[in-house]
């Protein structure tokens, strides 16, 4: 166990649908990371969250927000589904970002 | 922007074999860090090592163990004695202050008996 948790493991829908996916960090860390993992595009940042506020983004789509909220947990909401938003979205922490980040086991998204 | 970048796909060694993977990355930046991560089939990102630019000692963490060259650009993972549970996508990734951690696409390492 890692320390960081994220729910669900596993989620099946259909295209069109939106979807929440919640992240709790470890303990004592301020900083929230999206990274969404696909076959074809190896690890992709999406948005760094620190103390409930936006740090950093990257190649997050429209369709996609996040937010973290003031007990530190995040939250991301993919709306508007397309097959290839099918992928491993990881949550990660970090007490500072040049200790490196802790993963989450990941959500595994399926849109069909 | 800052580049990551594994040669390898795939890479295959037997145990008790040492085998070495690489990366190279690009930055004009002059204090960063390295991280080598694994994700074994079990899809969970494990921190295996951590390489601060400023510092010329290359880090060691048991069976795995880094060779980094600045000027080179280049920051190669070494694993001794490989073990049957070392077969997972091994990631090398590149951190410098106000950005993200920049992942490279992997090398998948499979150890066989």
């Known amino acids: 166990d890692s320390g960081v948790t994220q729910t669900p493991k596993h989620l099946i829908t259909a295209t069109g649908q939106r979807v929440t996916l919640r992240c709790s960090p470890r303990?004592?860390?301020?900083?929230v990371y999206w990274y969404q993992q696909s076959l074809d595009q190896g690890l992709q940042f999406l948005i760094q969250?620190?103390?409930?506020?936006?740090?950093a983004k990257g190649n997050i789509l429209e369709r996609f927000s996040a937010q973290q909220f003031p007990d530190l947990h995040s939250e991301l909401n993919l709306s508007s589904l397309e097959l290839g938003d099918s992928a491993l979205y990881f949550c990660?922490?970090?007490?500072?970002?040049?200790?490196?980040?802790?993963f989450g086991s990941g959500t595994r998204l399926t849109v069909v | 922007a800052q580049t990551v970048t594994q040669s390898q796909p795939e890479m295959s060694v037997q145990e008790a074999e040492t085998v070495t993977l690489s990366c190279t990355y690009d930055?004009?930046?002059?204090?960063?860090?390295l991280f080598w991560y694994k994700q074994p089939p079990s899809r969970q990102m494990i921190l295996v090592i951590r390489?601060?630019?400023?510092?010329?000692q290359n880090a060691t963490e048991n069976r795995f163990s880094v060779n980094f060259q600045k000027a080179a650009k280049s920051f190669s993972l070494k694993i001794s004695d490989s073990q049957l549970g070392d077969t997972a996508m091994y990631f090398c990734?590149?951190?410098?202050?106000?950005?993200?951690?920049?992942f490279g696409k992997g090398t998948s390492l499979l150890v066989t008996p």
């Open positions: 990660a922490s970090s007490v500072g970002q040049n200790y490196g980040y802790t």
């Open positions: 969250y620190y103390n409930g506020e936006e740090r």
């Open positions: 990734a590149f951190i410098h202050s106000g950005y993200a951690l920049n």
């Open positions: 930055t004009s930046e002059n204090n960063y860090y």
């Open positions: 390489q601060e630019a400023y510092k010329q």
């Open positions: 303990s004592g860390d301020l900083s």
